[in-house]
């Protein structure tokens, strides 16, 4: 997968436009990610990565990094043996191509506003 582009609210992958929220897992899309609390990344939130396990999870925070990843979230994800990156969303955008293009096992979970 190829995130073509990322403006707020609006990401292109591999040509297909979404509107909202995504989890990127191997070649599909999850578009329509809901989190339990809003702002505040939840391990159930997480749920088909979890399954997934890749090597790596990218997580963009929004436009303005304002998406909080609690304690708890990132333990579980260490847990199950999953390096966990946070970025705001144009530069985990960034860093999902680079690993993606590299060949890296890698997964991403985007919040496209704030």
Not at 4 to 31: A, N, R
Not at 51 to 78: F, H, N, W, Y
Not at 91 to 102: D, T
């Amino acid at each position: 997968m190829h995130i073509d582009s990322y403006k707020f609210g609006k990401i292109v992958i591999d040509s297909v436009s979404y509107t909202s929220d995504v989890i990127i897992l191997g070649d599909t899309v999850q578009s329509d990610w809901w989190r339990k609390q809003g702002h505040s990344l939840c391990a159930e939130d997480l749920s088909s990565v979890l399954a997934a396990k890749p090597s790596v999870l990218i997580v963009g925070c929004g436009a303005s990094g304002l998406m909080e990843i609690p304690d708890q979230t990132r333990q579980v994800l260490k847990e199950h043996d999953i390096q966990l990156e946070v970025f705001d969303s144009y530069k985990a955008v960034q860093k999902f191509n680079e690993l993606s293009e590299a060949g890296v096992n890698v997964a991403a979970a985007l919040h496209l506003t704030c």
